[in-house]
Nanobody
Framework: QVSVVESGGGLAQSGGSLTLSCAASGGDFGSIVAMGWYRQAPRNQRELVARINSSGDTMFGDSVKGRFTISRDNAKNMVYLQMNNLKPDDTAVYYC?????????????WGQGTQVTVSS
């Protein structure tokens, strides 16, 4: 069973930076084909922040393009989200996920979330 654990959330000022880390453990070697981040603010739907696959291809939500970057350590099944030029609208719970390919099926595993709060 794959376990996903986030770290690095907290409080930042507008214009500041934070880095989130996420580790996926328990899967077979090479089975984690993609990892990424979604976020959810109160009264909002969960939205994509960024994702990266094992080939290094990335995708970003429109609201974070040019400000956030995502990187991955395939050997450790870890993903990092570097958040720069933070805005109060970035305040949300950030959830990491890992997509596991096993027995011809993609299973998505989620972390418990980490709070990011950006003050104006």
């Amino acid at each position: 069973q794959v376990s996903v654990v986030e770290s690095g959330g907290g409080l930042a000022q507008s214009g500041g930076s934070l880095t989130l880390s996420c580790a996926a453990s328990g899967g077979d070697f090479g089975s984690i084909v993609a990892m990424g981040w979604y976020r959810q603010a109160p009264r909002n739907q969960r939205e994509l922040v960024a994702r990266i696959n094992s080939s290094g291809d990335t995708m970003f939500g429109d609201s974070v393009k040019g400000r956030f970057t995502i990187s991955r350590d395939n050997a450790k099944n870890m993903v990092y989200l570097q958040m720069n030029n933070l805005k109060p609208d970035d305040t949300a719970v950030y959830y990491c996920y890992a997509s596991e390919f096993r027995a011809s099926v993609i299973n998505t595993h989620w972390g418990q979330g980490t709070q990011v709060t950006v003050s104006s």
